[in-house]
């Protein structure tokens, strides 16, 4: 950029040259300085709002995974057929299992998303209840496996011997 002679670009800016500064140079059409110099305070009050948004949306995907657990689980008791063999087994103690483990560590669960300002009373309750729902699809299957027992026939071996109320005894022999 030549500035002796009578041609001097509008758009050209001389960076080398230390004289000018950058409050001599004006702002381009549309920017607004004041935006550009908020409150500090507003800003992190606007950062606390969105984390505060984010661990509740977390906390509620957190709560709501157990359902694709159930749904998986669902189908693989299905796969595993009726009959008594190490698969259905596996699956089965498996299904009772993971839910008791998770609702053994709810309070782990949720602590990152702890926070004053967010109730985590109902994404916890929905946590609990989809995991009791797979602990009963669990107990559900051991029953149609034929594991639980819930005829009085499975409990023979606890009775107490009948008591004799008739006895018949001696009579004629035949010679």
Do not use: C
Not at 91 to 96: D, E, G, K, R, Y
Not at 106 to 133: C, H, M, T
């Amino acid at each position: 950029m030549e500035k002796k002679g009578a041609y001097v670009r509008k758009w050209a800016i001389e960076l080398a040259d230390a004289s000018n500064s950058s409050r001599e140079i004006p702002d381009p059409p549309g920017f607004d300085r004041s935006t550009a110099e908020q409150d500090e305070s507003s800003i992190s009050r606007q950062k606390k709002e969105v984390e505060l948004t984010w661990k509740s949306q977390k906390a509620w995907e957190v709560a709501q995974a157990p359902f694709k657990n159930l749904l998986m689980m669902g189908f693989m008791m299905w796969m595993a057929g009726s009959t008594v063999h190490l698969f259905s087994i596996g699956i089965t103690f498996s299904a009772l299992w993971q839910p008791i483990s998770a609702l053994q560590g709810v309070g782990k669960v949720f602590e990152p998303f702890q926070d004053s300002r967010i109730d985590l009373l109902l994404p916890k309750l929905v946590y609990i209840a989809l995991n009791l729902a797979g602990m009963l699809l669990g107990i559900w299957k051991l029953n149609t496996l034929g594991l639980l027992p819930t005829h009085a026939s499975d409990w023979v071996s606890s009775l107490a011997p009948a008591l004799e109320i008739d006895y018949a005894g001696g009579g004629i022999p035949f010679a």
